[in-house]
């Protein structure tokens, strides 16, 4: 795994460096830091779906732009309503 130094670079020199957005303190900690199980689980059905990764406003906003909105809906049949 790689990890991000402070410096804002990692890697083969000048493969990556620092871009022009001034970056916190805590960027590395955070970029370098553990997904939680809920965050992983978000990610790894983003990926196998091909559903724009973020929050869901972020997520519809994003597959509209893309033309991936049937990636949003939930998979399999829909349910049949057994009281109609």
Do not use: I, Y
């Amino acid at each position: 795994m790689v990890e991000f130094e402070a410096d804002g670079c990692s890697g083969a020199e000048g493969l990556l460096v620092d871009g022009s957005v001034v970056k916190p303190d805590s960027w590395t900690p955070f970029v370098n830091g553990a997904e939680t199980e809920a965050e992983l689980k978000a990610l790894r059905q983003s990926v196998e779906r091909g559903t724009p990764f973020g929050g869901v406003d972020w997520q519809v906003e994003a597959a509209g732009r893309l033309g991936l909105e049937s990636s949003l809906p939930p998979l399999g049949r829909l349910r049949l309503d057994r009281d109609a």
